[in-house]
């Protein structure tokens, strides 16, 4: 008998998947938080830090971990499926350093991913300074690098897992997108030739991730 996986075994499991992040349980969190730290006079940096921590931490291996999914439920990757940037020009561009960042890239293709940690090794384990700029999103403010470029996802991935690499970014800095760009949990909120618009958060823990660095880096 086939067994059925539903929504209730995954929440019961010994680790349930923490892409099922509950928005309104981490603002729930922080709410507490803040309330404990006007009462004790503590700073509730502490608990946006650690929240911050923990959905990079969430998000980073996440991406990895689509290697191992079945290629029928999964493919290329999109930027403005994570957050929509689309719309809002860079700040410019920079050249980051892979050890020093948290980075999201999801490697969905055997045979590419095959190819990088071979081209590594063959290298000597080189610290490749990759010099066409890649596509996507360097947050300065959180240290993060989100890759948007399938043929290309893979050996940057490969290179921040031995701590070596450097890429060239588009940098976006959150006080430049906090006017523009919100989020309630469910929905993604800005204007597009003179109009709101709204788009629906396909990925909670991004949407609380830019919240809370809104909070901790822009007030």
């Given at each position: 008998?086939?067994?059925?996986?539903?929504?209730?075994?995954?929440?019961?499991?010994?680790?349930?998947?923490?892409?099922?992040?509950?928005?309104?349980?981490?603002?729930?969190?922080?709410?507490s938080?803040?309330?404990?730290?006007?009462?004790?006079?503590?700073?509730?940096?502490?608990?946006?830090?650690?929240?911050?921590?923990?959905?990079?931490?969430?998000?980073?291996?996440?991406?990895?971990?689509?290697?191992?999914?079945?290629?029928?439920?999964?493919?290329?990757?999109?930027?403005?499926?994570?957050?929509?940037?689309?719309?809002?020009?860079?700040?410019?561009?920079?050249?980051?350093?892979?050890?020093?960042?948290?980075?999201?890239?999801?490697?969905?293709?055997?045979?590419?991913?095959?190819?990088?940690?071979?081209?590594?090794?063959?290298?000597?384990?080189?610290d490749?300074?990759?010099?066409?700029?890649?596509?996507?999103?360097?947050?300065?403010?959180?240290?993060?690098?989100?890759?948007?470029?399938?043929?290309?996802?893979?050996?940057?991935?490969?290179?921040?897992?031995?701590?070596?690499?450097?890429v060239?970014?588009?940098?976006y800095?959150?006080?430049?997108?906090?006017?523009?760009?919100?989020?309630?949990?469910?929905?993604?909120?800005?204007?597009e030739?003179?109009?709101?618009?709204?788009?629906?958060?396909?990925?909670?823990?991004?949407?609380?991730?830019?919240?809370?660095?809104?909070?901790?880096?822009?007030?």
């Open positions: 008998m086939k067994r059925v996986t539903r929504m209730k075994h995954l929440y019961e499991g010994p680790l349930p998947p923490v892409a099922l992040t509950d928005y309104e349980a981490m603002s729930k969190f922080l709410s938080g803040a309330q404990r730290c006007k009462a004790s006079g503590r700073n509730f940096d502490l608990f946006l830090d650690w929240t911050i921590h923990a959905l990079l931490s969430s998000l980073t291996a996440d991406s990895a971990g689509r290697i191992f999914l079945p290629k029928t439920k999964t493919g290329p990757f999109e930027l403005d499926d994570l957050i929509p940037l689309s719309n809002f020009p860079p700040a410019g561009q920079a050249r980051v350093q892979l050890q020093e960042v948290s980075l999201i890239a999801p490697v969905w293709n055997n045979s590419d991913l095959e190819t990088a940690l071979e081209e590594f090794y063959d290298s000597g384990f080189a490749m300074k990759l010099e066409k700029p890649v596509k996507g999103a360097y947050f300065q403010e959180l240290k993060l690098v989100v890759i948007d470029e399938p043929l290309n996802v893979a050996l940057p991935y490969v290179l921040r897992t031995w701590s070596r690499g450097s060239t970014m588009d940098c800095r959150l006080k430049d997108l906090a006017p523009v760009l919100t989020t309630d949990g469910d929905d993604w909120y800005f204007e030739d003179g109009e709101e618009v709204s788009e629906p958060v396909l990925e909670p823990r991004m949407a609380a991730l830019y919240n809370c660095a809104l909070r901790r880096y822009c007030q």
